[in-house]
């Protein structure tokens, strides 16, 4: 696995695709277009990973750090099964504080892990198929008429 490192990278994976979602993360996929340019994003055909966690978010840098340690952990597992492509996983609301005191505490942990790896089983299951309309049968015309 490899790690998104540029701004380029993060910015054409943000471009892309949502995938996921949970409560607090959203997960963005774009598939790798390696023959596309002269210099591609992405020098190999590998799953790239990349962690977004903003101060918006997370005010305390203890805080950003152990999320992006555990995106980065769980993602790493073998089981996790994402597919040759990149991506980012982003923070999108934050934790409450009144719950979680401790900025690392061991609570907060189990929590982000537990949604981490629920948002990666998300995304590892295959898109159902889309919705086809259903068809309605034509209404009666109204009894609306003046006579």
Same mark, same amino acid.
């Given at each position: 696995m490899?790690?998104?490192?540029?701004?380029?990278?993060?910015?054409?994976?943000? =471009?892309? %695709?949502?995938? %996921?979602?949970?409560?607090?993360?959203? !997960?963005h996929?774009?598939? !790798?277009?390696?023959?596309?340019?002269?210099? $591609?994003?992405?020098?190999?055909?590998?799953?790239? !990973?990349? =962690?977004?966690? $903003?101060?918006r978010? =997370?005010?305390?840098?203890?805080?950003?750090?152990?999320?992006?340690?555990?995106?980065?952990?769980?993602?790493?597992?073998?089981?996790?099964?994402?597919?040759? %492509?990149?991506?980012?996983?982003?923070?999108?609301?934050?934790?409450?504080?009144?719950?979680?005191?401790s900025? +690392?505490?061991?609570?907060?942990? &189990?929590?982000?892990?537990?949604?981490?790896?629920?948002?990666? %089983?998300?995304?590892a299951?295959?898109?159902?198929? $889309?919705?086809?309309?259903?068809?309605?049968?034509?209404? &009666? $015309? +109204?009894? /609306? /008429?003046s +006579?």
């Open positions: 490899q790690r998104l490192k540029t701004r380029a990278q993060f910015q054409a994976v943000l =471009a892309g %695709a949502t995938v %996921a979602r949970t409560a607090h993360f959203a !997960l996929r774009c598939a !790798l277009d390696l023959a596309s340019s002269a210099q $591609p994003l992405f020098a190999s055909d590998d799953v790239w !990973l990349g =962690a977004m966690v $903003p101060k978010w =997370a005010r305390r840098a203890v805080t950003r750090n152990a999320i992006k340690r555990q995106i980065y952990t769980v993602s790493a597992a073998p089981d996790v099964g994402l597919p040759r %492509a990149a991506h980012v996983v982003r923070l999108r609301a934050g934790f409450d504080r009144k719950e979680f005191v900025a +690392s505490s061991d609570k907060l942990k &189990a929590a982000v892990r537990a949604e981490l790896q629920q948002l990666l %089983a998300r995304a299951r295959p898109a159902p198929p $889309p919705r086809e309309r259903s068809e309605r049968p034509p209404s &009666a $015309p +109204s009894s /609306s /008429s +006579s």
